[in-house]
């Protein structure tokens, strides 16, 4: 046996000495021991960086990256930040990849140094078989190696036509990671497994413990409904993207929705993590002092509301 589960739902393969992915341990990237994923601010007096009795909530810190769609040039050292959102409550980070990817090398050492163990590292390599979407995947797969990264968020390419081709350099990098780095589908619109059928299809025949996926949250469950549904625990993390005013879980509106997602999730047994990846505030005139107190208030609807 090796990457391929033994059957649906939870139930992964047998391991063997030959194969990297078979010795992934899920145990290890349970909800409740992403701990290693922590990060460790330094001079934070009364910090604990013990297993938090909880659900994981991480800050992606694309949300608080101005450039993240323009430029793509990091706009603020991610070490500057670590001791302010340990201290008011994120587990951990999801890590853009150009925070650590494009910083120079000091604040690279502080990351590896202070951020390490890594929670999630957020990559858009690619995964045609071109020179260049090839390099991306290995300066990837060197970046969240260097920062022990627990899983790895990443997407595949647009174009039908290549599925294969994205399968095949899929699982070849797949080969290239820690055994025990979890790999995050997003399945982001646009992309070929947008739609939770074809995800499903996709994913039918990998071990569900080491290639999960991601769903997105706002205060409208229908499409999270949908991917629950067709891929039940292999959705093992979410991506909270409260960026409309209906979103905003401090209005009565926003809680009455949300209370819904909730539900939903607790109907599904959902058991994974979250990340705040975007919020209210995000455009052309965003303040990064804005963002962030909105990013604590989804923080605090999520710790909250999903235990």
């Not at 260097?146 to 290549?162: E, F, I, S, T």
């Not at 095949?168 to 780095?181: E, K």
């Amino acid at each position: 046996m090796s990457r391929f589960s033994c059957g649906r739902g939870n139930h992964p393969h047998t391991p063997t000495a030959q194969d990297s992915r078979a010795s992934f341990h899920p145990t290890a990237l349970s909800p409740l021991a992403l701990a290693p994923g922590r990060f460790h601010p330094p001079d934070i007096p009364g910090y604990n960086p013990t297993v938090p009795p909880h659900r994981p909530i991480y800050l992606a810190t694309v949300c608080l990256e101005r450039n993240r769609w323009a430029s793509r040039q990091p706009s603020f050292p991610v070490s500057a930040w670590l001791g302010r959102w340990a201290a008011d409550g994120f587990d951990g980070l999801e890590l853009w990849e150009n925070h650590y990817l494009l910083a120079d090398p000091a604040e690279q050492a502080r990351l590896q140094q202070h951020a390490a163990p890594l929670a999630i590292f957020n990559t858009y390599a690619g995964f045609a078989s071109s020179p260049a979407e090839s390099q991306q995947r290995a300066a990837a797969a060197t970046a969240l190696t260097r920062l022990q990264a627990a899983a790895v968020k990443y997407n595949l390419g647009p174009d039908p036509a290549r599925l294969a081709e994205y399968r095949a350099n899929l699982l070849a990098w797949a080969d290239q990671l820690p055994p025990a780095c979890r790999l995050l589908c997003e399945c982001h619109p646009g992309t070929v497994l947008e739609k939770p059928p074809a995800a499903a299809a996709f994913f039918a025949e990998l071990d569900p413990e080491r290639f999960a996926t991601i769903a997105h949250v706002n205060a409208d469950p229908t499409a999270l409904e949908a991917w629950l549904g067709a891929l039940g625990p292999r959705v093992q993390h979410l991506h909270l993207q409260l960026r409309q005013a209906q979103d905003d879980p401090a209005t009565l509106s926003g809680q009455e929705s949300l209370a819904a997602v909730a539900a939903l999730l607790q109907a599904h047994g959902f058991q994974g993590s979250a990340s705040i990846e975007f919020t209210r505030g995000i455009g052309p005139q965003e303040q990064i002092e804005t963002l962030y107190t909105h990013a604590r208030a989804d923080r605090a609807w999520a710790r909250a509301h999903l235990g």
